[in-house]
């Protein structure tokens, strides 16, 4: 029998959000000597819960991050007696359908209280999953992928892959032959100057966050708005967001702002959409600071607390801020499933190191936006390559 | 011993803008012995507060920023309070209703307090 008892604490079993359910595990040692847990380890709820659905079937948690040096250390001593907890927040996904569902602590290596022969397991604490609310909706854009976003790569068909650069140029020379047909048989102008109203629901369930940053565990929702002009005579494709402020700035702290956003976020990218613009049209984002009709309120605080809190005096965070604003998705620890890893990596783009420039999927709905508003499918290119 | 204690307070009680609102979050150490916090997740209203509506729904607030590579440490005496105020932080698309807000401290980190730290709920009304 393992020296150490589990035991689950669930605050509120009924009708949970799966991204929010939060349970503790109070780990009491009743044994007469030392006992040992990894706690860094046991944090992962990946490794240590047993979640099961109303059927028995095992349901999956999202991966547990790489392992650090802090998970492969002997772990913490527990004396006679004594007990710690661990709570885990957020581990469920989302989308889990809503029923009745039982979990368990159930640890089966030394480091998390157990062996493969005698596993420190705790009872069963059942809950259940209510229904989940969507968000009051925006402009729905045609094929945006829920997120995490980023082109899927399509595998080339054998013909254009044995072809390489000739299938290029055919395709190429496809394209000029019905963009000609388009502007001198249909009369095709490329004069349009379209703009739309873009008011997208965004949310994004955090998780695996590691020790010390537990508290980022959770769903976030916000709303992307912004104003997209897609302007063909000038190849242009403008996402304008109008921020309306609250609280004191100075106006150099706000051009300062302006300056960094617009330079973190313009000239970067553009998008490649049809022959009007056969080199693409650029990406430019524009804050704009209103007192009406604004996109988004932002408060003006001593430092970036979320999109809606900027610091006066930041120029860094306040870019990884504007990128929610457009849309874009946290790209740290584990979003909606996806394991970037600690935030602020050297190499990060915006969404994981504010520091440093966007990646082209974080200009995912400014793209679909502007598909959906030209009409026709559009690929995000860096600026300096070929459409 | 340490043992924290969380209180909220809402003002006003009753808006018609969302941004009215300011809460104010007091953690108290009401135990015997000094307590080392990660003040982090009291960065941010995202961290440090849950809302719900009439119904029970959670309000989704925006995501809170990347975090720090090192948390920040703070050291709250016996019978200490930090303080965490967040104006504004009902997110502008809230539609009018009857609101809970509570604090939820959930602390964490190597040698510091561990554990979640939830206040009673207080209750806003957003008109329209």
Redesign the interface.
Known sequence: MPQLEAAIRVEKPEEVVPGEFTLTVVFTNRSSTPASLNTHQAEHPALVLDVRDASDRPVLLPPPSAPDAADLAPGEPIVPGGSLSLTYVGFLDRGLPPGEYRVRYFGEFPALGGSRDDPLRSDWQTFTVRAQRDLPPGLAIPGLKPGPEGPEEKPLLPLPRLLGPVWLYVVRLRCWVWCLLLRWVFLRRCDRVLQQEIDQARSETISDAPPGSEAWNGTYGWHARFLLIADEPNCRVTARVRVRLVGTITPAQRTAWEAAIEAAWNHRFKLCCDCCCPSGMDIVCDIEFVNSGEHQVVNVGTSTTNMSHWGAADTIDVSHEFGHMLGALDEYFTVNGVNYGSGRQPGGAIMNNPANPPAARHYDLVRAGAAALLGHSCSTADVGASC | MIELAARLTVEPAEATAP?DFTVRCELHNVGDEEAAI?A??L??????L?VVDAA???V??????????V?PVERLGVGEVRVAE???FL???T?PGRYRVRFR??G???G?F???I?STAVEFTLRA
């Not at chain 2, 960065?43 to 440090?48: D, I, K």
């Not at chain 2, 989704?60 to 590579?69: G, I, K, S, Y």
């Open positions: 941004g990660n982090a997740p960065s941010s209203p995202s961290l440090a849950e029970g729904e959670l989704l607030l925006p995501p809170p920023p990347v975090p720090p590579a948390p967040f104006p504004g997110p502008a698309w539609p401290y959930l964490s980190g190597a510091l561990a554990g979640l939830v």
